[in-house]
Nanobody, 119 residues
C-alpha cells in the first residue's frame, strides 16, 4: 500500500506564495511520476504539474511561469512552489503518484490540502 500526505496549504492574499509538500511512503516503484492536481469548487480535478523520477516536468498552462514542481527521490517527496497566487488558484490540491509494475498501473492520491487565495 502507498500513502501520500500533503502539507503546506492555507490562506494567502493574491500575489503571495505558498509551498506544498507531499511525502510518500509504502511500496513505490522507483520509476514513477509524482504530481499535483487540484479541484476548484464545482469543477473537476485538473492537472497542475507532474515530475518524473528523472526530473522531467509538465505544467498546466495556468501554472507555467508561476509554479515550480520539484522532488527528492531519496526522501520520496514532491513539492510545489506556488508564486504570484491568484484567487482562481483557490482549490483543494492533491498529491499523486503513478507507476507501472509490469502491465499494471498503480495510481495513488493524497487526502488533499486546501489552498485559498483572497483578493
Amino acid at each position: 500500500q502507498v500513502h501520500l500526505v500533503e502539507s503546506g496549504g492555507g490562506l494567502v492574499q493574491a500575489g503571495g506564495s505558498l509551498r506544498l509538500s507531499c511525502a510518500a511512503s509504502g511500496s513505490i516503484f522507483s520509476d514513477n511520476v509524482m504530481g499535483w492536481y487540484r479541484r476548484a469548487p464545482g469543477k473537476q480535478r485538473d492537472l497542475v504539474a507532474t515530475i518524473t523520477s528523472g526530473g522531467g516536468t509538465n505544467y498546466a498552462d495556468s501554472a507555467k511561469g508561476r509554479f515550480t514542481i520539484s522532488r527528492d527521490n531519496a526522501k520520496s517527496t514532491v513539492d510545489l512552489q506556488m508564486n504570484t497566487l491568484k484567487p482562481e488558484d483557490t482549490a483543494v490540491y492533491y498529491c499523486n503518484v503513478q507507476f507501472y509494475r509490469g502491465n499494471v498501473k498503480y495510481n495513488y492520491w493524497g487526502q488533499g490540502t486546501q489552498v485559498t487565495v483572497s483578493s
